[in-house]
């Protein structure tokens, strides 16, 4: 049984639907304070969201010995600043406002652990261009995705009415929604995780 070190609904639900058995196990780790040591450290945003994707991992590590535990993380970079959450709809209005007509990354890492060990990481950084959105759009679109649109870090569900922002995107869905599938059930099955 693989243990999913992350609160994300799309993830667990990603996984499920690809037919991978989990138990979710979310941890809570001091992101701001990983981040803020990251900047300090001058390591990238992609290479920082894969620090903060292990510093899960090892948090769930000790409770779950001799499992695969699978952690994540994703960061939105624009223009090399690092959005975090809007904690609000109206710090989502306005970060939505800010990425209009722009291309942002989003820096998504994956880590595999077992017995306080890295087995596997994976990270790629799909790129989206957003189009230059009418203020009529934003506030129905707002209206009608409400605060699920906290729970993601780019204030957008790609398999929501999010696609709607977008004019160009570079990579999978899976990666934007924070789990890119394909090399992660590779790895699986190379641990025999899943059947090959
Ligand atoms: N449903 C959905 N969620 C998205 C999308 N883009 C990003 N997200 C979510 O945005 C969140 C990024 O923040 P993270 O810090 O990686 O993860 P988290 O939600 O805090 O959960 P943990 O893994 O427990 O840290 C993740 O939950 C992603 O699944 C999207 O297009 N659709």
Redesign the pocket.
């Known amino acids: 049984m693989l243990i999913l070190?992350?609160?994300?609904?799309?993830?667990r639900q990603l996984l499920q639907e690809a037919g991978v058995p989990i138990t979710t196990h979310?941890?809570a780790v001091d992101?701001d304070a990983l981040r803020h040591h990251a900047e300090q450290e001058g390591l990238s945003l992609r290479e920082t969201a894969l620090t903060?994707a292990r510093a899960?991992a090892r948090a769930a590590s000790s409770a779950f010995p001799h499992h695969y535990i699978l952690?994540?993380?994703?960061l939105l970079d624009l223009e090399g600043t690092a959005f975090a959450?809007a904690r609000t709809m109206e710090e989502a209005r306005s970060h939505l406002l800010t990425l209009r007509g722009k291309t942002h990354a989003?820096h998504t890492a994956l880590t595999l652990w077992k017995d306080g060990q890295e087995s596997w990481a994976h990270s790629e950084s799909p790129r989206l261009t957003m189009r230059s959105f009418s203020p009529a759009f934003l506030d129905a679109y707002l209206h009608k995705e409400g605060t699920?649109l906290l729970?993601?870090?780019?204030c957008?569900?790609?398999?929501?009415m999010?696609i709607q922002l977008f004019h160009l995107i570079e990579g999978g869905?899976d990666a934007?929604?924070?789990?890119p599938l394909l090399p992660l059930l590779h790895a699986l099955r190379e641990r025999s995780i899943l059947p090959s």
Do not use: F, M, N, T
């Not at 952690?71 to 994703?74: G, I, K, S």
């Open positions: 070190a992350s609160g994300s609904a799309i993830r979310p941890v992101e903060l899960k952690a994540a993380d994703q959450k989003l699920a729970a993601c870090v780019g957008y569900r790609i398999e929501g999010g869905h934007i929604a924070g789990l």
